[in-house]
Every structure is written in structure tokens, then in C-alpha cells.
């Protein structure tokens, strides 16, 4: 889905305005470089930064959830969610920009209607325009940039309405009968153990010599921080209440449902007194930055050490030598970090880097090594030395032994989509040779008449969108201000 992603038009007007219904969580947030605030431009559209980071903090925030709240920056680097944001946002302005020409607007009237059927802005189903208020000032957006967002999704539903197709007679068959082909199948699955792997310390040494830009030291930090406590800070029943009234709507549970004040009570506790103690940690960075105070904390860390938090070394990273950098929230406390020298990256020597080395080189080696075993076994391929299948069907839950039932359902969809007979597929870390010994066509089931007609409208569907982001990709050309954002 990552890899298709920028193809799928119907769901990413989604990312216009997702984050209201996400809790008003900011879990994720990126630094980007920008052009007057913008990132891209799409045809005549500015992607702003503000959008960028906006749909990020949503995208991470989706994953982090799903992975139980483990998700760290690394991690969100590593799975490319900041080119998944862009990858929607440049589809949606290509869109936009078609819709544009096409004449398709939206009027204040409309937007205003859409405004008030929002749940988060609403106290016993009718629209209430403080809680609305609240949350501009919480998330510190303006009203016309926000009521812009919700136009956006507005004229993009009307252009999707304009877009949408079905199928005909004709095409509904041909897609029954190509789901209602059944296969027999000889197969074999490999996997790492049957390689007779051993490592060669040689040939993990030159994989270093190859690639050892690639094996760097982390950027070291020596800072010296001054901690303001909250913990100290004195508030009232009173006060925690109405700090609650003025922000409910930054209280919800996992399903984005307004958590009621008992339930609420201690994360209101806890950020109001991180915002009393604002002042006293202010008056604590001029002390430090005059040279009045000099009880902080002497430190050396790695670029992104979890001691610190992400804004903290977004902000680091912009500053130099001898840079004080304003009282940050890190956990319950304030930090006011001065930079007092920073070590930058070296290449690993080869002992530093062995055990990181050998680990990626054995994942390469074995795959290489599996797809080798693979293609052998194939010129020899002995039924006496294979699984036979029953006659399988795509959309059936079929479990081929050894695979488990998402491995087989990865297997059947590659297999189906295959031109061969006989052939090699790969299925996570396995290897499947494969011979069809025999194939039929079994007619199609009364039953089966709802879902042939779903399953046409969606591969048309996708196809036509498909071949029509093709089509604005020539027509609204994408100039990038920064990398990072595409591959």
C-alpha cells in the first residue's frame, strides 16, 4: 500500500482533515526545510509546510496506535510516513488543480454547513463555536487557513462524484471467469534452512569496504541543561477545572470520545502546571544566557537520544556553538539547553561496525543465496519432492502447508496475476517453486454475483485512477523545494 499509495485518489482527501477526528493528538511532528513557508508546488498549488507537517503528525500518529505507542522517529524514518504524507498531498493538488479547471468550486455557504456537522465541535449534537475557537488556538491555526482545509475536501468530493465509474455487463464476466479459474499446483517452499549457510568474515569485510559510508559514528551533543520542575507547582480544584473547560476537547480516548473531567483530571493537572511554570522556567533561560545561574546538568548525547525530546533536536540541529536554546517541555519538565560543543559523525572502523555489517550482509547473502537454491530447484523440479495442491481459487481462504493463511493469500495473488506455468515466487522471507499441473474453470455461484460486481467496480475504479494520475503528473508538474520527499 506504501508503494502504491500516491494511486489512491478516492482516500487521500482523507488527509485534509483526518487530524480532527485523531483526538487532537500531536504525536508526530518533522522539521522540513521550506520556500516562504512552502515545501512544493504541485501545477498552480503551493504545498505549505503547515499542511506537511499537519498530515505527518496524523500519519504517525495512525501508526503509532497501531503499534501500541512504540513508534519512534527512527522508525517513522525508516518507513518513509513523511513521504506517505507528501505522496498525499501532492495527489490531492494534482486533483485540485484539475478540479480548478474544470470549474468546480465551493461556496462560503457550503463550507460553513460542513463546519457545523464536524462531532469534535459539537456539545450534544449542535455545533458550539467556542469549542471550535478552542481548538484554533489550541493547535494555533486560524480560522480561514482551517475553514480553507475543509473547502479543499469539499471541492474534492464534487470532482470525485464527477469521476466515478462502473462497470459493464461484458467486463463483470470477464472478471467472474478470471476469479473462477482454479489451479492445481506441484509446489515447493524454501526457506533459510535449507541453505548450508556459512559466513565468510572476508566477504563481510569487503560488504564494509563497499558500503562503509554508510556505517557512520552518531553526531554527539556536549550540552550543559537547566531543569524547571512542575511538579512544585501550586493549582486549584478550581483552577484545573476550568483549565479543563477551556481545553476538553485535547481530553479524548482511543476512539477520539471526550473524556469526562474525573477521567481527565490528572493529564489537565499535569498541563496546567506545565503551563504556570512557563514564566519561572523563562526567567531561568535570561539567568542562564546572562551567566546568573550555573547549576545545569553537564551531558553528552547522540543526535536523537529519547533523553530529549524530537522539537529539542529540531531545534539543535538549527543552532551553533554556544547556542541557548528557549525552555523546551521535555516530559514533565523544562529544559534549557546550551550547546557547548558537538562531535561530528566519523566512519565506523570495520570492529566498530562488524556486528551491524554482518547482520545486513547475511540478510542479503541468504536471499541471494535462497533465489539461487530457487532457480535450481526449478530446472529439477520432482513431483515425488512436492506438495500437490487441491484445485485452489484466488479469493478462497486457502491455507498451503507449510505457509500460514496470509502467506498463501500472497502467494495465490502473485501466482493468479502470473503469465507462467511454472516459476518462482517470493513470499516474505519463503521461497515458493511452483509447477500448474492442471487448471479449470468452475462456474460461478449465485452467491458469488454481489461480490464479482464489487470486485469489477474496484479494479476499474483503481485502473481509471490509476491512468488518471498518470495523465496530471504530465499535466501538473511537481517542483520540490527540499529533499527527502520523494524517492
Given at each position: 500500500m506504501q508503494k502504491h499509495n500516491k494511486y489512491l485518489v478516492w482516500t487521500i482527501w482523507v488527509a485534509t482533515i483526518a487530524f480532527i477526528g485523531a483526538g487532537f493528538v500531536g504525536w508526530g511532528s518533522y522539521s522540513f526545510g521550506s520556500k516562504a513557508g512552502n515545501v512544493a508546488k504541485v501545477g498552480d498549488i503551493e504545498i505549505k509546510q503547515t499542511k506537511l507537517?499537519?498530515?505527518?503528525?496524523?500519519?504517525?500518529?495512525?501508526?503509532?496506535?497501531?503499534?501500541?505507542?512504540?513508534?519512534?522517529?527512527?522508525?517513522?524514518?525508516?518507513?518513509?510516513?513523511?513521504?506517505?504524507?507528501?505522496?498525499?498531498?501532492?495527489?490531492?493538488?494534482?486533483?485540485?488543480?484539475?478540479?480548478?479547471?474544470?470549474?468546480?468550486?465551493?461556496?462560503?455557504?457550503?463550507?460553513?454547513?460542513?463546519?457545523?456537522?464536524?462531532?469534535?465541535?459539537?456539545?450534544?449534537?449542535?455545533?458550539?463555536?467556542?469549542?471550535?475557537?478552542?481548538?484554533?488556538?489550541?493547535?494555533?491555526?486560524?480560522?480561514?487557513?482551517?475553514?480553507?482545509?475543509?473547502?479543499?475536501?469539499?471541492?474534492?468530493?464534487?470532482?470525485?462524484?464527477?469521476?466515478?465509474?462502473?462497470?459493464?455487463?461484458?467486463?463483470?464476466?470477464?472478471?467472474?471467469?478470471?476469479?473462477?479459474?482454479?489451479?492445481?499446483?506441484?509446489?515447493?517452499?524454501?526457506?533459510?534452512?535449507?541453505?548450508?549457510?556459512?559466513?565468510?568474515?572476508?566477504?563481510?569485510?569487503?560488504?564494509?569496504?563497499m558500503q562503509k559510508e554508510n556505517f557512520l559514528t552518531p553526531q554527539m551533543y556536549e550540552l550543559s541543561i537547566i531543569w524547571t520542575q512542575t511538579n512544585e507547582t501550586a493549582v486549584s480544584e478550581d483552577e484545573i477545572k476550568a483549565h479543563y473547560d477551556t481545553n476538553s476537547f485535547n481530553y479524548t480516548d482511543e476512539t477520539g470520545k471526550q473524556l469526562p473531567f474525573e477521567e481527565a483530571k490528572v493529564l489537565a493537572t499535569k498541563d496546567l502546571k506545565i503551563k504556570k511554570t512557563k514564566k519561572a522556567a523563562q526567567k531561568a533561560y535570561i539567568a542562564f544566557k546572562k551567566g546568573d545561574l550555573d547549576n545545569s546538568e553537564k551531558i553528552t548525547l547522540p543526535?536523537?537520544?529519547?533523553?530529549?525530546?524530537?522539537?529539542?533536536?529540531?531545534?539543535?540541529?538549527?543552532?551553533?556553538?554556544?547556542?541557548?536554546?528557549k525552555p523546551k517541555v521535555v516530559a514533565d519538565t523544562y529544559a534549557t539547553v546550551k550547546i557547548e560543543n558537538v562531535v561530528l559523525p566519523k566512519i565506523k572502523t570495520y570492529e566498530e561496525a562488524k556486528e551491524q555489517v554482518t547482520v545486513l550482509y547475511e540478510k542479503q547473502a541468504k536471499k541471494e543465496a535462497l533465489l539461487t537454491l530457487a532457480e535450481?530447484?526449478?530446472?529439477?523440479?520432482?513431483?515425488?519432492?512436492?506438495?500437490?495442491?487441491?484445485?485452489?481459487?484466488?479469493?478462497?481462504?486457502?491455507?498451503?502447508?507449510?505457509?500460514?493463511?496470509?502467506?498463501?493469500?500472497?502467494?495465490?495473488?502473485?501466482?493468479?496475476?502470473?503469465?507462467?506455468?511454472?516459476?518462482?515466487?517470493?513470499?516474505?522471507?519463503?521461497?515458493?517453486?511452483?509447477?500448474?499441473?492442471?487448471?479449470?474453470?468452475?462456474?460461478?455461484?449465485?452467491?458469488?454475483?454481489?461480490?464479482?460486481?464489487?470486485?469489477?467496480?474496484?479494479?476499474?475504479?483503481?485502473t481509471f485512477e490509476s491512468n488518471l494520475i498518470k495523465m496530471l503528473d504530465k499535466q501538473y508538474p511537481t517542483e520540490v523545494y527540499m529533499g527527502g520527499l520523494t524517492n
Open positions: 507537517n499537519m498530515v505527518y503528525s496524523n500519519i504517525y500518529n495512525q501508526y503509532n496506535q497501531a503499534m501500541q505507542g512504540t513508534l519512534d522517529d527512527k522508525q517513522a524514518q525508516e518507513m518513509g510516513l513523511v513521504k506517505q504524507a507528501f505522496a498525499r498531498l501532492a495527489t490531492q493538488a494534482k486533483i485540485l488543480n484539475f478540479a480548478k479547471d474544470l470549474g468546480i468550486i465551493v461556496s462560503d455557504a457550503e463550507v460553513a454547513q460542513r463546519l457545523q456537522t464536524l462531532r469534535a465541535f459539537q456539545q450534544d449534537g449542535v455545533f458550539v463555536k467556542e469549542i471550535y475557537d478552542g481548538y484554533l488556538k489550541s493547535q494555533r491555526l486560524r480560522a480561514n487557513a482551517f475553514e480553507e482545509t475543509l473547502r479543499e475536501e469539499l471541492i474534492l468530493e464534487k470532482t470525485f462524484s464527477l469521476l466515478a465509474v462502473g462497470t459493464l455487463p461484458l467486463e463483470e464476466e470477464a472478471i467472474s471467469a478470471a476469479m473462477n479459474v482454479s489451479d492445481k499446483l506441484a509446489y515447493k517452499v524454501l526457506t533459510n534452512d535449507d541453505l548450508n549457510f556459512v559466513i565468510d568474515e572476508a566477504k563481510v569485510k569487503a560488504y564494509w569496504e543526535m536523537g537520544d529519547a533523553k530529549l525530546t524530537e522539537e529539542v533536536w529540531n531545534a539543535l540541529k538549527e543552532k551553533s556553538v554556544g547556542d541557548i536554546l535450481s530447484t526449478l530446472k529439477n523440479l520432482d513431483q515425488n519432492d512436492t506438495i500437490i495442491s487441491d484445485f485452489v481459487k484466488l479469493e478462497e481462504n486457502v491455507n498451503l502447508n507449510p505457509l500460514n493463511n496470509q502467506e498463501s493469500l500472497q502467494f495465490l495473488q502473485k501466482l493468479f496475476t502470473s503469465s507462467k506455468e511454472k516459476g518462482i515466487i517470493s513470499v516474505f522471507d519463503k521461497v515458493i517453486v511452483y509447477n500448474i499441473l492442471e487448471q479449470k474453470l468452475i462456474p460461478m455461484d449465485v452467491n458469488q454475483t454481489d461480490f464479482v460486481k464489487q470486485t469489477a467496480d474496484k479494479l476499474k475504479q483503481s
